[in-house]
Nanobody, 125 residues
Framework: VQLQASGGGLVQTGGSMTLSCTAP????????LGWVRQAPGQEREFVTG????????NYGDSVKGRFTISRDNAKAAVTLHMNGLKPDDTAIYYCAAVRSSPNYAPSSVDNYAYWGPGTQVTVSS
């Protein structure tokens, strides 16, 4: 599964940023998607996951209430809106996917089977 992420860059504390990820249209609706991040010297951290249907979504504790994931199956795209960004959000963000049932939403790093190239998000203090 080829995943292509876009977005990322530099933002100040308290700012917002949007990441997007696309996958081949023919398989998109059969896969749960989401994001995992990794800061320098740290383990990968689950950020969020959304079900193939878009009905269910899960978030890591550190981003709940600040990040929102959504998907547009017609456009084969998933979007992560990040608000209230903090320096601790600085990391490489990876789009990830797993083939799943319609209403299954990943809730941990280990739930994912496929990974795209990462995109850097840097939050300055």
């Amino acid at each position: 599964v080829q995943l292509q992420a876009s977005g990322g860059g530099l933002v100040q504390t308290g700012g917002s940023m949007t990441l997007s990820c696309t996958a081949p249209v023919g398989i998109f609706t059969n896969y749960a998607l989401g994001w995992v991040r990794q800061a320098p010297g740290q383990e990968r951290e689950f950020v969020t996951g959304i079900s193939p249907s878009g009905v269910g979504a899960n978030y890591g504790d550190s981003v709940k209430g600040r990040f929102t994931i959504s998907r547009d199956n017609a456009k084969a795209a998933v979007t992560l809106h990040m608000n209230g960004l903090k320096p601790d959000d600085t990391a490489i963000y990876y789009c990830a996917a797993v083939r799943s049932s319609p209403n299954y939403a990943p809730s941990s790093v280990d739930n994912y089977a496929y990974w795209g190239p990462g995109t850097q998000v840097t939050v300055s203090s």
